[in-house]
C-alpha cells in the first residue's frame, strides 16, 4: 500500500530540485544569455546530437513544438543557434549550435560546477549515487508508463 505523504514529498521534491537548482545557479551566474532549463536542455541536446529539426528538439526536451519555436528564436536572436536548411528535404530546417552557443554552454555548467565546489568529496560522491539512483528509477516509472501505454492502444 502506498503511502500518499511520502508519495507527495517524492513528487514536490522531484519538482523542485530542479527549479531550486536553478534559481541558485541565475543568482550566482554572469552568463550572457537568459538562463533556462530549456535552454540549457536545447544547448545539451544540440551539442550531442550535432543538429535538430524543431520536432526532435521538442522531442529531446518534451517541449511542444510552438513552445520550441519561441524558445529556438530567442536563442537565434542571441547568436547561440542557427538554422541550416536541410541537404535532402528543403522542408526541414534543422538548428545547430553556434561556436557562441556552445561557449554559453561550456560557461554553463562551469557555473554548474561552481555550484557544488563547496561540497566535500563524500557528498559530492552521495550527490551523484542519489541523483543516479533518481535517475535510474524514474526511467523505469517511464519505461513502466510507456509499456501501459502501448498495452492500452493495443487493446
Known sequence: MMDDKKIDIIIDNILSVKLIFFKALLRQGETK???SPAIYYVLTALERQGSLSMSNIGKEIYMPKPNVTALIDKLISQNLVERIPDSKDRRIINIKLTKKGLKTKKEI???FKEQVS???????????NSLTKARNIIAKIQKANTNSIL???NN
Do not use: P, R, V
Open 109 to 111: 555548467e562551469n557555473i
Open 118 to 128: 563547496f561540497l566535500t568529496d563524500k557528498e559530492i560522491n552521495e550527490l551523484s
Open 151 to 153: 498495452e492500452i492502444k
Open 33 to 35: 544569455t537568459i538562463l
